[in-house]
C-alpha cells in the first residue's frame, strides 16, 4: 500500500502529453509555419519524463482529493482484493480453531460464527464454573 508520500504514477493523465509538454507553445500548437525550423516544437519546451506530467497535475490537489484518485487505480483495487481475501482466510481459520476446541454434538455440526462465539462464552464460563467448586 502506498503511504501518503509516495507519488501516484499510476494514475492516467487529465490531459494529452501534447498538451503538458508543449502547453507554453502558443496553446498547444504543434508544426505550425511560426516554429523555428520547422521541427515542431518550439524553443521553450522540454523533454518530460512519462510521470513528470501527472505529478505536475496532482501537486494542486489535496490530500484526500490524491488519495481518492489513487483508490480508483486498478493495480490498487486488486492489491486491495488480495489483502482483503488474506484477512478473511485468517479470520475463518481463526473460526475453525476455535470451533475444532468447543464440544458439540454431534461434534462435525456444522456452527455459524456467531454460534462459535456464543458456544465458546458459554463454554469458558462452565470451565470456570467447573475449577470454582
Same mark, same amino acid.
Given at each position: =500500500?502506498?503511504?501518503?508520500?509516495?507519488? &501516484?504514477?499510476?494514475?492516467?493523465?487529465?490531459?494529452?502529453?501534447? &498538451?503538458? +509538454?508543449?502547453?507554453?507553445?502558443?496553446?498547444?500548437?504543434?508544426?505550425?509555419?511560426?516554429?523555428?525550423?520547422? +521541427?515542431?516544437?518550439? %524553443?521553450?519546451?522540454? +523533454?518530460?519524463?512519462?510521470?513528470? %506530467? !501527472?505529478?505536475?497535475?496532482?501537486?494542486?490537489?489535496?490530500?484526500? &482529493?490524491?488519495?481518492?484518485?489513487?483508490?480508483?487505480?486498478?493495480?490498487?483495487?486488486?492489491?486491495? %482484493?488480495?489483502?482483503?481475501?488474506?484477512? !478473511?482466510?485468517?479470520?475463518? =481459520?481463526?473460526?475453525?480453531?476455535?470451533?475444532?476446541?468447543?464440544?458439540?454434538?454431534?461434534?462435525?455440526?456444522?456452527?455459524?460464527?456467531? &454460534?462459535?462465539?456464543?458456544?465458546?462464552?458459554? $463454554?469458558?464460563? $462452565?470451565?470456570?464454573? +467447573?475449577?470454582? !467448586?
Amino acid at each position: =500500500m502506498l503511504n501518503s508520500d509516495q507519488t &501516484e504514477l499510476d494514475l492516467p493523465p487529465t490531459h494529452s502529453e501534447s &498538451e503538458s +509538454v508543449f502547453s507554453d507553445c502558443g496553446g498547444g500548437r504543434v508544426g505550425s509555419a511560426e516554429d523555428a525550423g520547422g +521541427v515542431g516544437l518550439c %524553443a521553450q519546451s522540454r +523533454v518530460t519524463e512519462p510521470g513528470e %506530467a !501527472v505529478k505536475k497535475d496532482l501537486q494542486h490537489l489535496s490530500r484526500e &482529493e490524491r488519495r481518492r484518485r489513487r483508490r480508483a487505480t486498478a493495480k490498487y483495487r486488486t492489491a486491495h %482484493a488480495t489483502r482483503e481475501r488474506i484477512r !478473511v482466510e485468517a479470520f475463518n =481459520m481463526a473460526f475453525a480453531e476455535l470451533r475444532k476446541l468447543l464440544p458439540t454434538l454431534p461434534p462435525d455440526k456444522k456452527l455459524s460464527k456467531i &454460534e462459535i462465539l456464543r458456544l465458546a462464552i458459554c $463454554y469458558i464460563s $462452565y470451565l470456570n464454573h +467447573v475449577l470454582d !467448586v
